[in-house]
C-alpha cells in the first residue's frame, strides 16, 4: 500500500472539528453498548478495519461479550440482541447504505423504542462512524 496523507497532520482543525462529534457524542445520553454496536456494524459495512479493530477492543473493555461482537454482522437471526439494540442495528444498516432512503418504517420502529432525543443522539453516532470510516478507509489507516 502506498502511504497516503494524515488528516489530523495536514488539516488539524478539520480534524479537531471531527472530534467535536465526538465530545458531543461522549457527553450524550447514549450507552456505551448502544455507541459501540454502532461503530462497530457500520465499520463491518463499510470494511474499514482499522475502525473493526478499535471498536471490538474498546466494547470488549466496555463488557461486551465475544458472543455478541462474532454475531453482530448476523444480528437478525441471532437471539441475544434487544429489541432497542435492533432498532438501532437496522437505522445503522440503511444510513449507512444509504442508497435510497431510511424506511419509514425502520426509522418510526427507532423512534417509538428510543424516543425522539435518544433517535437524534444514534443518527448522529451513525452519521459520525460513517465519516470517521470513510477518512480511515480513504488514507489506509492500518489496525495496531
Excluded at 488539524?12 to 462497530?40: Q, R, V
Excluded at 473493555?61 to 465475544?66: N, R
Excluded at 462474532?70 to 447504505?97: C, D, G, K, M, Q
Amino acid at each position: 500500500m502506498s502511504k497516503r496523507i494524515n488528516i489530523l497532520e495536514t488539516e488539524a482543525k478539520a480534524y479537531n472539528a471531527m472530534l467535536g462529534l465526538e465530545k458531543y457524542l461522549g457527553a450524550s445520553d447514549l450507552t456505551k453498548t448502544h455507541k459501540e454496536l454502532i461503530k462497530i456494524r457500520a465499520s463491518q459495512i463499510n470494511g474499514c478495519a482499522f475502525c473493526i479493530d478499535m471498536h471490538t477492543k474498546d466494547a470488549r473493555k466496555a463488557g461486551e461479550t465475544e458472543q455478541r461482537i462474532y454475531a453482530l454482522s448476523a444480528w437478525r437471526e441471532a437471539p441475544f440482541f434487544t429489541e432497542e439494540e435492533r432498532a438501532i442495528l437496522a437505522l445503522t444498516e440503511e444510513v449507512t447504505l444509504i442508497t435510497g432512503r431510511v424506511s419509514d418504517a425502520t426509522y418510526q420502529r427507532a423512534e417509538a423504542l428510543l424516543g425522539s432525543s435518544y433517535l437524534a443522539q444514534v443518527i448522529m453516532a451513525i452519521v459520525t462512524i460513517n465519516a470517521w470510516n470513510r477518512i480511515a478507509v480513504t488514507t489506509q489507516l492500518q489496525p495496531a
